[in-house]
């Protein structure tokens, strides 16, 4: 059998990846002389709350080759679909890798994109492989696919982007006081922008959401659509429910963000991801 795999960033949870026989390797989150394996021994739930202790943003590391070779040298053949090389040196490690096996045994594809978008790709690459698809077919297609994943977050505190980076001091306060809520997208080289900025509560934030999605309605590949959040269990039923009544998709998939997503975007965020046709 073709073996799918992808790493932890791609936010599909252990019960998603095992019925769809997808394997995940995790990225490693470093914090003070601990590090710890996305999705393995640190969830979002521990994660928020070291970074509430020590008032500090982990560090965040890709999986290494002997990562991939352990897991590479279990199958016959391989398709690894990773988070943006724009983002991170996971696919680059996994291509390095690659080379160590016989021309062919290994495919790795960067899907450009993160979170659950990554795993609407490793789905579909599932859906194919148990089609009877072969290794070769399933990577045209997958990577044909890639500009067609779409994917929106409200972020609804601005703080982890102000710790790691991502805006200055007077741009977190802001933001704050005026309650900017930023609407990210990825943008098709696989790297990330901000889409929109929501003003006052959150739940016009994710009406604005909403209102994204509504506009892929024509185009929307119903087969499934992701949820996928940060603490916000209760936002992401009411948009599971309005995405159900609006676009009747076959499977509306809630999952929460890894460590390593959430070390980046923070608690209270939300996301909605697709694919269109």
């Known amino acids: 059998m073709i073996q799918i795999v992808t790493d932890s960033t791609a936010d599909l949870g252990r019960v998603i990846a095992d019925r769809s026989h997808i394997k ?3 990225l490693s ?7 710890y394996l996305d999705g393995v021994n640190i969830d979002q739930a521990k994660l ?3 970074v509430k202790k020590t008032g500090k943003l982990p560090k965040t590391a890709a999986p ?5 070779y352990s897991v590479f040298k279990e199958s016959d053949e391989v398709i690894f679909i990773g988070i943006s090389s ?3 040196s996971t696919v680059q490690n996994a291509i390095l890798t690659s080379k160590e096996f ?10 450009l994109n993160l979170s659950s978008g990554i795993g609407l790709l490793a789905l579909a690459a599932g859906d194919l492989r148990d089609k009877g698809l072969a290794a070769a077919e399933i990577e045209k297609e997958i990577t044909r696919r890639l500009p067609n994943t779409r994917m929106s977050f409200m972020i609804d505190t601005m703080e982890y982007l102000y710790k790691g980076g991502r805006c200055s001091a007077l741009q977190s306060i802001f933001g704050s006081m005026l309650k900017i809520h930023p609407i990210i997208e990825m943008l098709p080289d696989g790297t990330l922008g901000v889409k929109d900025k929501a003003y006052g509560s959150r739940k016009k934030s994710m009406n604005l959401l909403l209102q994204d999605f509504e506009k892929h309605l024509d185009e929307l590949d119903t087969r499934r659509v992701f949820i996928t959040h940060t603490s916000s269990d209760e936002d992401a039923k009411y948009l599971k429910e309005e995405i159900e009544r609006i676009a009747h ?7 929460r963000a890894g460590s390593v997503i959430s070390s980046h975007c923070g608690p209270g965020t939300i996301g909605i991801l697709y694919m269109v046709k």
Not at 29 to 35: F, R, S
Not at 249 to 255: A, G, Q
């Open 24 to 26: 995940i390797i995790p």
């Open 29 to 35: 989150v470093l914090i003070g002389d601990e590090t």
């Open 48 to 50: 928020f709350e070291l």
């Open 64 to 68: 290494t080759l002997k990562d991939f």
């Open 86 to 88: 724009k983002l991170s």
């Open 102 to 111: 016989p021309d062919g045994k290994v495919r790795v594809i960067d899907s």
């Open 249 to 255: 998709p076959r499977e509306v998939l809630i999952t």
